[in-house]
């Protein structure tokens, strides 16, 4: 069982900057997947950005050069870098993880049914 919960989110101006963060309950090295997901008001959940064990990234083309995700293994956590936020990057910001295989290569298909641990969220809101 993992359990992930996100913080972080707030209100910020257009062109400004958020640092998201998700702290998992078990390491997550070699086994998981982890990634972030978005879901703005009317629209389905959507990938942002996975990153593997070996540090290993793959984004959305609608973030690609703007935010950035990382990890840090000893402290169980995953971050979401924004930068040069826009008002269409409003949503609710999950982290998410699901097992990897060792085959798997980037760019990972990020469908949100794949992904079987959620944290609860956090909102995210850019005015322009």
Known sequence: QVRLAESGGGSVQAGGSLRLSCIVSKSTANTYLMA?????????????GAIDSDTSTSYADSVKGRFIISQDNDRNTLYLQ???????????????A??????????WGLRSGDFGYWGQGTQVTVSS
Not at 36 to 48: I, L
């Open 36 to 48: 972030w997901f978005r879901q703005a008001p009317g629209k389905e959940r959507e990938g942002v």
């Open 98 to 107: 699901r097992r990897r295989s060792w085959y798997e290569r980037p760019p």
């Open 82 to 96: 924004m930068n040069s936020l826009k008002p269409e990057d409003t949503a609710i910001y999950y982290c998410a």
